[in-house]
């Protein structure tokens, strides 16, 4: 079935670090493809989302550009901020109504 | 404008017992999805509603739990004689139509005891 990966957390890092996490999938076909974003005592919030091959997602900073042959939807963001502690989940569909959520990736910004 | 509501936050029960558990979606938002989340995992599909008709229900994982929504609007996710392994954090999320953003709810935190 389809599935995400994720890369393991928890990840920590300093105030204006360049953050990466690692998402690929498994799917038959070409889902759609999104980051969501967990902050501490809220519920999920879209971050961003890339529906085709090539397509990139951006949102606050953050960046993922949906590679088709290598199967990966990596999350960047250049310059990273106290702010931006939270947990944050990969998805995908296909255009249907159920999501495939990923395990989830812990980040921590240090002052 | 107000988001996805649940109601309650947080529940503590004992095993056996019936747990309802409530979610008010985006004013508008025509479909309703229901998902179960255990700690350190992420999200797991259980149901999904297209206004008052339950479109989908292969993610509910035995028939102690069925979901409702009677009206297009409120949906009420129940679960019978509860066991421990039902703790999970019961998430719902709302879209203003089929195949559109899916926006969260807070969750309601589920403790079997």
């Known amino acids: 079935g389809d599935s995400v990966t994720q890369m393991e957390g928890p990840v920590t890092l300093s105030e204006e670090a360049f953050l990466t996490i690692n998402c690929t999938y498994t799917a038959t076909g070409y889902p759609s493809l999104f980051w969501y974003v967990q902050y501490p005592g809220e519920g999920l919030q879209l971050l961003l989302k890339a529906t085709k091959a090539d397509d990139k997602g951006s949102n606050k900073g953050f960046e993922a550009t949906y590679r088709k042959e290598t199967t990966s939807f990596h999350l960047e963001k250049g310059s990273v901020q106290v702010s931006d502690s939270a947990v944050y989940f990969c998805?995908?569909?296909?255009?249907?109504?159920?999501?495939?959520f990923g395990t989830g990736t812990r980040l921590t910004i240090i002052p | 404008g107000a988001g996805v509501s649940q109601s309650p936050r947080y529940k503590v029960t004992k095993r056996g017992q019936d747990v309802a558990l409530r979610c008010d979606p985006i004013?508008?938002?025509?479909?309703l999805y229901w998902y179960r989340q255990a700690l350190g995992q992420g999200p797991e599909f259980l149901t999904y509603?297209?206004?008052?008709?339950?479109?989908?229900k292969s993610g509910l994982p035995n028939d102690r739990f069925s979901a409702e929504r009677p009206e297009g609007s409120i949906s009420t996710l129940t679960i019978q004689r509860t066991e421990q392994r039902d703790s999970a954090m019961y998430r719902c999320?709302?879209?203003?139509?089929?195949?559109?953003?899916?926006?969260f709810g807070p969750g309601t935190r589920l403790l079997v005891l």
């Open positions: 999320a709302s879209s203003l139509r089929r195949r559109e953003t899916q926006y």
């Open positions: 998805a995908l569909n296909f255009g249907n109504e159920k999501l495939t």
């Open positions: 004013s508008g938002h025509v479909s």
């Open positions: 509603f297209n206004y008052e008709a339950q479109q989908d």
